[in-house]
T-cell receptor
Framework: EAGVTQFPSHSVIEKGQTVTLRCDPI?????LYWYRRVMGKEIKFLLH????????ESGMPNNRFLAERTGGTYSTLKVQPAELEDSGVYFC?????????????FGPGTRLTVL | LAKTTQPISMDSYEGQEVNITCSHN???????ITWYQQFPSQGPRFIIQ???TKVTNEVASLFIPADRKSSTLSLPRVSLSDTAVYYC?????????????FGTGTKLQVIP
């Protein structure tokens, strides 16, 4: 069974540009999460989808970040316009039922560098 | 959200048993304790999860005392490939759904 995949693995862009990150969850997983680690700090929660709906987006830093999950399958996270402080590693995770005892499976992450 | 506290780093020799303790004093009744392992340039990988007492799987054991305010991850006979960061997380049911908060993790260095 394929795990969570993320594309691209690395992205280098200039300040002010737009970048779109993609996450493909494990097939059949209704729950999809985005996290990020910036500048060697702790991994922080961004948002949680249940199917195509945003269940919790309390961690989204500002309105430059837009997450979508059309059709309840893969998800994209767009940063527009990118700022220097957006540099970091963006992780995606998926889980089956999303309950407290469930297991989140993480992707390898996308390393974003904003110059 | 329940905050976790664990040692920043630990060193161990190959072949030894390693115990990493995590405190989570404000854990709630419906919360679960989960441990993840992370290697450089990879995403966190699930190791083990428990609610109370002891849980064991093929890679680790998890000990949780009755008050559940702490937990100990036990790695038997570590090898160099166990060098990684280990995260203790409390999985909370937020609005019916799971929410986890990552702490600093414990960087385990296995020495030959």
């Amino acid at each position: 069974e394929a795990g969570v995949t993320q594309f691209p693995s690395h992205s280098v862009i200039e300040k002010g540009q737009t970048v779109t990150l993609r996450c493909d969850p494990i097939s059949g997983h209704d729950n999809l999460y985005w996290y990020r680690r910036v500048m060697g700090k702790e991994i922080k929660f961004l948002l949680h989808f249940v199917k195509e709906s945003k269940q919790d987006e309390s961690g989204m830093p500002n309105n430059r970040f837009l997450a979508e999950r059309t059709g309840g399958t893969y998800s994209t996270l767009k940063v527009q316009p990118a700022e220097l402080e957006d540099s970091g590693v963006y992780f995606c995770a998926s889980s089956q039922d999303g309950l407290a005892a469930d297991t989140q499976y993480f992707g390898p992450g996308t390393r974003l560098t904003v110059l | 959200l329940a905050k976790t506290t664990q040692p920043i780093s630990m060193d161990s020799y190959e072949g030894q048993e390693v115990n990493i303790t995590c405190s989570h004093n404000n854990i709630a009744t419906n919360d679960y304790i989960t441990w993840y392992q992370q290697f450089p340039s990879q995403g966190p990988r699930f190791i083990i999860q428990g609610y109370k007492t002891k849980v064991t799987n093929e890679v680790a054991s998890l000990f949780i005392p009755a008050d559940r305010k702490s937990s100990t991850l036990s790695l038997p006979r570590v090898s160099l490939s166990d060098t990684a960061v280990y995260y203790c997380l409390v999985a909370e049911g937020s609005g019916g759904y799971q929410k986890v908060t990552f702490g600093t993790g414990t960087k385990l260095q296995v020495i030959p």
